[in-house]
Nanobody, 121 residues
Framework: QVQLVESGGGLVQAGGSLRLSCTVSGKTFSINNIGWYRQAPGKQRELVASIRSGGKTNYADSVKGRFTMSRDNAKNTVYLQMNSLKPEDTAVYYC???????????????WGQGTQVTVSS
């Protein structure tokens, strides 16, 4: 019913920039909070940034001042602008969204398949 697709990952040198996109499609009656997570090899998945329906954002301390999250509700798309990238930012980045499929449904969390970000030193 609901699909999340991330894009925009790739290979960049330290100090470079990337912009990730996440588009939510399917039966999306309402979308509330959306988060970007990442998982590096040998580490647990961690929350990088989140955005509320009204646009309020929160960031992990490790990316604060370098990453910016935004959303386009008309397109059901969120973005993660990543500047001043560091090798420790290397990870698979996942999008997560809280979605109601219709008026009578509870909120459920959905995940995308992830997009690889690699930062070379």
């Amino acid at each position: 019913q609901v699909q999340l697709v991330e894009s925009g990952g790739g290979l960049v040198q330290a100090g470079g920039s990337l912009r990730l996109s996440c588009t939510v499609s399917g039966k999306t009656f309402s979308i509330n909070n959306i988060g970007w997570y990442r998982q590096a090899p040998g580490k647990q998945r961690e929350l990088v940034a989140s955005i509320r329906s009204g646009g309020k954002t929160n960031y992990a301390d490790s990316v604060k001042g370098r990453f910016t999250m935004s959303r386009d509700n008309a397109k059901n798309t969120v973005y993660l602008q990543m500047n001043s990238l560091k090798p420790e930012d290397t990870a698979v980045y996942y999008c997560n969204a809280d979605v109601r499929v219709n008026y009578y449904s509870d909120w459920d969390a959905y995940w995308g398949q992830g997009t690889q970000v690699t930062v070379s030193s």
